[in-house]
C-alpha cells in the first residue's frame, strides 16, 4: 500500500495537469480514427507520466530535472489535443495554457489551506491516505466545476489561427510557473514565507488567467464587428439595387401616365378601365420623398414591403435633418430597424394589428426617434437587444448592434422595450 501510494504521490502533479486540461477542453475530437489517435495519445502520455519515477528525488539536479519533467508533460498534452481533436495548434495551445493555469490555482490554494493548518497549530500529514484520496476527491470536484464554468461561458472556441501570441504564450506559460516553485521550494520552509508566495502566486494565476479569457471576448467582439460590416455593404448594395429599379419603374409610369391622359383626350376610352390602369400605376411610383435620397430608398422599400404583406405603415421623417449620416450608417440605422419591424409585423395573424410607424420629432441640436410595431411570437433577450430568431444564428443577431454602433458614433442612444405586442425603439442622434 505504501508503495502504491509513493507512486500516486509522485505521478499526482502530472495526472492533476493532465485532468485539469482535459476538464477546460473546448475542442470536439477528430472523427477519422478517433479511438486509434486516443489509445495512442493514452499509452504515451501514461509512459511519459510515469517516468517520473526514474527521477532521483533528491540530488543536484533532483529540481532541473523535475521541472523538465512538468513541461514535457506539459507539451505532451498539448500535443495530443492536437492528434485526437479538432483545430489548430493555436487553440491546443489555447486550450492547453488555461487548463495549466487552473492546476496551478488549485495547486497554491490547496498549499495556502495546508500551510494556515499548520500556522494554526494543526499540521496535515500528506502521506496519510484520507489525506491523499480526500485531496484527490476536492481536486475531481474543482475539475467538473471548471468544466461546467467554461461551458457556461463558451460554447464553441473561436478560431484563434495565426494569433502567434497564444501560441507563444501556451509555449512559455509553465516555465515562469515552474520557475516560481522552485523558488518556493528552495526558500526556508517557514510558513509565513510560503504563505506570501502562494497568495502571490495565485494572483498572478487570475490575471494570466484572464487574460487568456480577454483573448477570446476580443477574437468574438471583433469577428461580430467584422460580420456586422460585412452586413451594412450588403445591405448598401442591396438598396442602390433597389433604388436603380424604383427609378426604372418611376420612369416608365411615368411614360404610361403620359400616353393615358393623351389616348383620353384623343378618343372614347372606358373610363371604369382607365382609372384601374391609373391605380395600378400609381402603386408603382415613388412612395416617400423625405429629401435624403438614400433615406428616401430605404422609406420606399419598406413601404412596397409592407403594403405587399399588408402592414399599415405610418412615416413622418424630414430626411434633411440625417444629411450629417455617413450612408452605410444611414443605411445600418434605418435598413436594419425596418427589416427587423416589418418581418415582426407580416407574422401577426390578425391583418387589422399589422402596423408599423415611424416618426421623428427635432429638438435643437438633437433628432429623436420613435418606431414601434406589433408582433405576435414571444421575445427572448439576449443582453439588451432581442435575440434572433432565425435558425442560423451564429451568422444573424448583429442588426441591432450595428444599429447600436451606428448611434453611438454620432453622440447617440437607444432605448428598446416590449409590452402588450407592440415593440418600441426609442434612439436619439446628435447633429455636429
Known amino acids: 500500500m505504501s508503495a502504491f501510494l509513493t507512486v500516486i504521490s509522485r505521478c499526482a502533479p502530472a495526472f492533476a495537469m493532465l485532468f485539469a486540461v482535459l476538464s477546460v477542453n473546448l475542442l470536439p475530437l477528430r472523427r477519422d480514427r478517433a479511438w486509434l489517435r486516443l489509445g495512442c495519445s493514452g499509452l504515451g502520455l501514461l509512459l511519459l507520466i510515469l517516468t517520473v519515477l526514474l527521477i532521483p528525488e533528491s540530488g543536484p539536479g533532483a529540481l532541473s530535472g523535475r521541472a523538465l519533467y512538468y513541461y514535457a508533460v506539459y507539451l505532451g498534452i498539448g500535443l495530443s489535443l492536437v492528434v485526437c481533436c479538432e483545430g489548430s495548434i493555436y487553440e491546443a495551445a489555447y486550450v492547453t495554457a488555461i487548463g495549466q493555469l487552473w492546476q496551478h490555482l488549485?495547486?497554491?490554494?490547496?498549499?495556502?489551506?495546508?500551510?494556515?493548518?499548520?500556522?494554526?497549530?494543526?499540521?496535515?500529514?500528506?502521506?496519510?491516505?484520507?489525506?491523499?484520496?480526500?485531496?484527490?476527491?476536492?481536486?475531481?470536484?474543482?475539475?467538473?466545476?471548471?468544466?461546467?464554468?467554461?461551458?457556461?461561458?463558451?460554447?464553441?472556441?473561436?478560431?484563434?489561427?495565426?494569433?502567434?501570441?497564444?501560441?507563444?504564450?501556451?509555449?512559455?506559460?509553465?516555465?515562469?510557473?515552474?520557475?516560481?516553485?522552485?523558488?518556493?521550494?528552495?526558500?526556508?520552509?517557514?510558513?509565513?514565507?510560503?504563505?506570501?508566495?502562494?497568495?502571490?502566486?495565485?494572483?498572478?494565476?487570475?490575471?494570466?488567467?484572464?487574460?487568456?479569457?480577454?483573448?477570446?471576448?476580443?477574437?468574438?467582439?471583433?469577428?461580430?464587428?467584422?460580420?456586422?460590416?460585412?452586413?451594412?455593404?450588403?445591405?448598401?448594395?442591396?438598396?442602390?439595387?433597389?433604388?436603380?429599379?424604383?427609378?426604372?419603374?418611376?420612369?416608365?409610369?411615368?411614360?404610361?401616365k403620359k400616353q393615358l391622359s393623351r389616348m383620353e383626350a384623343g378618343a372614347l376610352?372606358?373610363?371604369?378601365?382607365?382609372?384601374?390602369?391609373?391605380?395600378?400605376?400609381?402603386?408603382?411610383?415613388?412612395?416617400?420623398?423625405?429629401?435624403?435620397?438614400?433615406?428616401?430608398?430605404?422609406?420606399?422599400?419598406?413601404?412596397?414591403?409592407?403594403?405587399?404583406?399588408?402592414?399599415?405603415?405610418?412615416?413622418?421623417?424630414?430626411?434633411?435633418?440625417l444629411a450629417f449620416l455617413d450612408t452605410i450608417d444611414l443605411y445600418a440605422i434605418f435598413g436594419n430597424l425596418l427589416d427587423n419591424a416589418i418581418t415582426a409585423a407580416a407574422a401577426v395573424r390578425d391583418p387589422e394589428n399589422r402596423i408599423l410607424s415611424l416618426k421623428m420629432n427635432p429638438v435643437g441640436q438633437l433628432l429623436?426617434?420613435?418606431?414601434?410595431?406589433?408582433?405576435?411570437?414571444?421575445l427572448r433577450f439576449q443582453g439588451e437587444f432581442p435575440k434572433t430568431t432565425k435558425s442560423d444564428a451564429e451568422n444573424h443577431g448583429f442588426g441591432m448592434k450595428s444599429v447600436s454602433l451606428s448611434l453611438k458614433k454620432y453622440g447617440g442612444e437607444m432605448l428598446i422595450s416590449a409590452e402588450n405586442r407592440v415593440f418600441n425603439v426609442n434612439f436619439m442622434l446628435k447633429k455636429p
Request: aromatic share 12%; with cysteine; net charge negative.
Open 106 to 256: 488549485l495547486y497554491s490554494l490547496s498549499s495556502i489551506v495546508f500551510t494556515l493548518l499548520e500556522m494554526a497549530g494543526h499540521p496535515v500529514n500528506h502521506s496519510a491516505p484520507a489525506v491523499t484520496f480526500a485531496v484527490f476527491f476536492i481536486y475531481f470536484i474543482a475539475y467538473l466545476t471548471m468544466r461546467l464554468v467554461l461551458g457556461r461561458i463558451f460554447h464553441n472556441l473561436i478560431s484563434l489561427q495565426g494569433y502567434t501570441s497564444i501560441l507563444l504564450a501556451g509555449l512559455l506559460l509553465p516555465i515562469p510557473l515552474t520557475v516560481m516553485n522552485l523558488l518556493i521550494t528552495s526558500l526556508p520552509q517557514e510558513p509565513q514565507n510560503l504563505l506570501y508566495f502562494r497568495i502571490y502566486s495565485v494572483l498572478i494565476v487570475f490575471a494570466a488567467y484572464f487574460m487568456l479569457i480577454s483573448v477570446q471576448h476580443n477574437k468574438v467582439a471583433r469577428l461580430e464587428i467584422e460580420r456586422i460590416r460585412q452586413s451594412n455593404l450588403l445591405q448598401k448594395e442591396r438598396y442602390e439595387l433597389q433604388k436603380e429599379l424604383i427609378d426604372r419603374v418611376n420612369v416608365r409610369a411615368h411614360d404610361l
Open 269 to 321: 376610352y372606358d373610363r371604369s378601365a382607365m382609372e384601374e390602369i391609373r391605380r395600378e400605376l400609381s402603386e408603382y411610383e415613388q412612395y416617400v420623398n423625405s429629401g435624403n435620397g438614400t433615406l428616401d430608398v430605404i422609406l420606399t422599400d419598406a413601404a412596397v414591403r409592407c403594403r405587399e404583406a399588408g402592414i399599415r405603415f405610418s412615416c413622418l421623417v424630414d430626411g434633411r435633418e
Open 368 to 378: 429623436y426617434f420613435h418606431m414601434f410595431n406589433t408582433y405576435e411570437n414571444d
